[in-house]
């Protein structure tokens, strides 16, 4: 293999793949030549951080990046300023066209920055770091963002003005990245997910230190060290299982079905994950599937090929599997491609401004594969590297590709390690194929299309197959310079969806067991996975492994027969819906009657509900219509590229199809115009169809709370003394009682405790379902943790997150609690009778001042103590709990004449802003302008509310300047222009708690409709 490498400042490892929907083609460097000094930059206040490193980044794009034309400066600064948007509330930036005039306001204090001078890189860098510092020193303090993240959120913002692939990784993150191009780390060998909250062992690996401990699919790992995963996120999770190789971890798992936990203790070896995996098919075949790329990749492909060769006295054939391989490194993809090839080129790198060109050419070796016949797998999932692959493949006439277009990621990504420890992911070249096919933002096209078909009741799919994300759908993504390309054939296949079974014995609960297809490493049944069973038979049916000798053309007859099953399959699913998809010529007059009907019959549905589109078509013309079909279009996902089959029509004879579409509950206002067009075997096509379905939102609940410490329950050391404050070694119960103070019932509602800040915190139980919660109603969750003797600080921080997964609704608050320092303070008896002396006295829910209030007490009341001291009384509610009360206001009295505690209401501690709007918003409209007004009120102190439109901010208010009698509302008053289409308008409010509320709508401008089919 020849590699000729024009980048002589690039080294080490290319990487090619996609994270997500994103893809990468990386080369790993360290900084050079830029910024010396930086390595060596202390850590300073927030307040004198420098932002040194837009410079640092701006250089290597002025130097690498793999299309000059597309650096637009000022763009670059737009786009940094406006994700400090995103970052920071109080953040607001505001551009003029006219007068290329950036105005950057943080909270009331504003700057201008003239990017009318904005013309190199030094200049978006001045304009940066001074906008930055700006930005930095008049901003809210906030512990969880620090100077550097609004450098880093500033450098992506300038970034995604390239492209989507180029980025910027924090260390944290580039640490993780670099795990997951070697495929190797210290750890146990387990796949593991976020299941029902509780951290759940999706699959051990084989010959992994789990695997051989006896860890199954669905054990749930309750404890890692000694500390708790309820509150752990996975990422958190994932960390504190690897480490060291040859160091211990104990795990405290809950097995399935089992009653308590069990210790393992298990060492941590290097784990290779499995990138390449193989089996031998009848007929004398084999089968590959390769995951992604890694730097083991090749070597294992060989291992596995050498075996399959063993088992099979030689292949006859082989199916390489390339669905879902989202890429890796380039050079394991060059060698996988090289492995079946003897010559030709593999791939070709196109550099900065279309040159230097790279060609890198296969070459014949004693090991390369014989030349037996290869199918290659691919669909929208197989990106970058496997792009690579198949092209090569392809265009060398070495295989025949079958399944779907790929994802069309057709460009180079150079990672450069910062002397901070972060990473920058820049776009440095785009790859060709072996023809020079330049297949960024279309992908490979395969020799044979499959496509799936599926026939129900009330969802046909004839003919738009799987949707799915590419690289074309990604904003800013590189413009494509693609050859139309078109398979060689397509075939549809019947796609049956199986219905789940219902238990066989009624009113037995059937048993859960761990679900198995939830297992990554677990390779497809071969005798149900359609495309392996037709790759089997086109290799079955051929004598050549030359695809445009004889191969290809070979695989017609295979075609024409899986078709005619496939056609038959189709017709006889569609005939079971009375649906003739008979074919006909139709020579005469055609005339149509279009009409339809919807239910709800006005056109408006509430959501979680369904609405249900009727068509009727008449044939009125003098021959039979054949294979009538429709499909939706709309901007609105919920109504578009919906089919609504007819099929054959007779004359004088009406179809009607029924299409019923269930809407979300979480669903905003919002008014869509769907059109259904469409099309008839013999082009006789009826006019389009042309409705508009509005959709009015449910109630939504909004969370409000109050918490008190309990500590009455005596633990096994005798630490809890009932005092209602945290002492070193309690365990102590959390209880939290969640209002429902929103117009809309919480269906589930889940209660979340996360520890923030001191592994000593032990959380044992984390979260907590209490169901239903109607409006105004009041339930409780109790969570429990234990602070352990040797926690060091005086204080821990906790969030608490009280959710809802119908409508999506939240409330996140934080919590910082106290611990006692020294000995607690000595309790004693005293059973008396309270009178409170005055109005407005607080319950506390401990004996200090600083805990929480649970109500708040009218002159006269009458309380019960227990236990005592100088300064505060204990006294019994009920439940068997406890509140706290001053001496100082409390009489002792003989009798209970007065208002008892159990009357008491409770004080709600925790009540977020709410959002009103001044009228019904206008959701369809034509004006050029939308005016937003509202009210936002708060029991005590609104702190800020901010508008966004499509996730851009255009309004920023706070009452930070106002009088305290004026703290508890903000009002909005706002006009902005809005796109053509739908716009999601969102009012997002905050007080002096930092609870947040959120309001949001669909406002449609001048409706337009998605165009084509």
Do not use: C
Not at 84 to 93: F, M, T
Not at 142 to 162: F, K, P
Not at 191 to 214: C, F, K, M, Q
Not at 311 to 333: C, F, H, P, V, Y
């Amino acid at each position: 293999m020849r590699l000729k490498h024009p980048f002589k400042y690039v080294l080490i490892i290319i990487i090619i793949s996609i994270s997500s929907i994103s893809g990468f083609f990386v080369v790993f460097n360290k900084t050079f030549g830029l910024e010396p000094h930086f390595e060596n930059l202390s850590v300073k206040e927030d307040t004198e951080y420098k932002f040194r490193l837009p410079g640092i980044v701006l250089s290597y794009i002025n130097r690498l990046y793999v299309d000059p034309d597309r650096i637009d400066n000022v763009e670059m600064v737009k786009g940094a300023l406006d994700w400090q948007e995103r970052v920071i509330p109080e953040v607001l930036v505001d551009y003029s066209e006219e007068k290329k005039i950036n105005t950057v306001t943080v909270d009331t204090v504003s700057k201008t920055f003239d990017l009318s001078e904005v013309h190199r890189s030094k200049d978006v860098f001045k304009v940066l770091q001074d906008a930055l510092d700006f930005i930095n020193k008049h901003r809210e303090e906030n512990a969880s963002l620090t100077a550097s993240d609004v450098e880093y959120t500033a450098i992506n913002g300038m970034l995604t003005q390239l492209d989507p692939h180029s980025i910027i990784l924090p260390p944290k993150q580039f640490t993780e990245f670099k795990i997951g191009t070697t495929g190797k780390f210290g750890g146990l060998g387990m796949v593991v997910g976020i299941r029902d909250g509780v951290l759940t062992v999706i699959s051990p690996i084989e010959g992994t230190p789990a695997a051989v401990a006896g860890i199954k699919a669905g054990d749930k790992i309750v404890e890692i060290d000694g500390e708790s995963t309820v509150d752990m996120d996975l990422t958190e999770s994932v960390g504190k299982l690897r480490g060291d190789q040859g160091s211990t971890v104990t795990l405290s798992i809950l097995k399935h079905k089992a009653v308590e936990t069990k210790l393992f203790a298990l060492k941590r070896e290097i784990i290779v994950i499995p990138t390449v995996e193989s089996a031998s098919i009848e007929g004398g075949y084999g089968y590959v599937r390769i995951r992604n790329f890694q730097d083991d990749t090749s070597q294992r492909l060989n291992e596995q090929l050498k075996q399959l060769n063993k088992n099979n006295d030689k292949m006859k054939g082989l199916i390489l599997d390339l669905r879902n391989n989202s890429g890796g490194l380039l050079d394991q993809a060059i060698k996988v491609s090289d492995k079946f090839l003897e010559s030709g080129s593999i791939v070709v790198t196109v550099g900065p401004g279309g040159h230097p060109r790279e060609v890198i050419d296969a070459k014949k070796t004693d090991t390369d594969e014989e030349l037996y016949p290869i199918v290659v797998l691919v669909d929208a999932g197989s990106a970058s590297g496997a792009e690579i692959v198949a092209g090569a493949l392809k265009e060398n006439n070495r295989a025949i590709i079958v399944g779907d277009r790929t994802f069309g990621k057709g460009s180079v990504q150079q990672l450069i390690e910062l002397m901070d420890g972060s990473a920058l992911k820049l776009t440095i070249a785009k790859y060709l194929t072996p023809l020079f096919t330049d297949i960024q933002s279309f992908g490979i096209t395969p020799d044979i299309q499959l496509v799936p078909v599926t026939v129900e009741k009330d969802n046909i799919n004839l003919f738009h197959g799987i949707t799915a994300i590419r690289e074309e759908d990604l904003k800013k993504h590189l413009d494509d310079h693609h050859k139309d390309a078109f398979p060689f054939a397509t075939l549809k296949y019947f796609h049956e969806i199986k219905e789940k079974k219902e238990d066989a014995v009624a009113g037995k609960e059937a048993e859960v067991e761990p679900a198995e297809d939830e297992d990554p490493y677990k390779l497809p049944d071969f005798d149900k996975d359609f495309h392996i069973v037709f790759a089997r038979k086109l290799l079955a049916n051929t004598s050549t492994w030359k695809k445009e000798e004889g191969f290809l053309q070979n695989s017609l007859s295979v075609i024409d027969a899986i078709s005619e099953e496939e056609e038959k399959k189709i017709a006889q699913a569609l005939d079971s819906l009375s649906i003739d998809w008979s074919e006909g010529i139709n020579e005469g007059a055609s005339a149509t009657n279009v009409t339809f009907l919807t239910n709800p019959i006005n056109k408006r549905v509430k959501a979680g509900e369904k609405i249900t589109l009727t068509v009727t078509i008449e044939n009125t013309g003098d021959k039979p219509l054949y294979q009538l079909r429709g499909i939706s279009s709309s901007k609105n996902g919920l109504y578009d590229k919906h089919e609504f089959i007819f099929g054959k029509i007779g004359k004088g004879s009406k179809k009607t199809y029924t299409k019923t579409i269930e809407i979300p509950k979480n669903s905003l206002d919002r008014e869509d115009e769907i059109t259904i067009k469409f099309e008839e075997l013999n082009k006789n096509n009826p006019a389009d169809l042309n409705l508009t379905v509005a959709i009015e939102a449910l109630p939504q609940p909004l969370f409000a709370f109050s918490y008190q410490i309990l500590d009455q329950a005596t633990n096994s050391s005798g630490k809890n003394n009932g005092d209602g404050l945290i002492n070193k070694g309690e365990n102590i119960n959390l209880l939290v009682m969640v209002k429902n103070m929103g117009n809309g019932i919480s269906e589930k509602t889940v209660v979340t405790l996360r520890n923030l800040s001191d592994k000593e915190v032990f959380v044992e139980k984390g979260r907590v379902e209490i169901g239903q919660l109607n409006p105004g109603e009041i339930k409780e969750a109790e969570l429990t943790f234990n602070v352990k003797e040797t926690i060091a600080s005086n204080e821990f921080n906790v969030d608490i997150i009280i959710s809802d997964s119908i409508f999506g609704a939240f409330l996140s608050n934080t919590l910082k609690f106290s611990v006692v320092a020294g000995v607690p303070q000595k309790l004693t008896a005293s059973s008396k009778l309270l009178k409170i002396n005055k109005n407005h006295i607080p319950l506390y829910g401990g004996m200090s001042f600083d805990t929480p209030v649970l109500s708040m007490m009218n002159e006269g009341t009458i309380l019960k103590s227990d236990v005592s001291n100088a300064d505060w009384y204990r006294a019994e509610l009920p439940n068997n709990r406890y509140g706290w009360v001053s001496a100082k206001d409390v009489t002792a009295v003989n009798n209970d004449a007065g208002k008892s505690s159990d009357e008491l209401e409770m004080f709600i501690q925790r009540i977020p802003p709410t959002i009103s709007l001044d009228g019904v918003p206008n959701i369809l409209f034509g004006e050029e302008e939308l005016s937003i007004s509202a009210l936002v009120k708060d029991d005590t102190h609104v702190k800020h509310a901010y508008v966004l439109i499509n996730n851009d901010k255009i309004f920023f208010k706070s009452n930070k300047h106002v009088s305290p009698r004026q703290q508890s509302s903000l009002k909005i008053d706002t006009k902005h222009s809005l796109k053509e289409g739908p716009n999601v308008i969102t009012i997002i409010a905050r007080d002096d708690h930092d609870l947040v509320s959120i309001k949001s709508f669909v406002a449609t401008k001048g409706i337009t409709v998605a165009k084509g089919m």
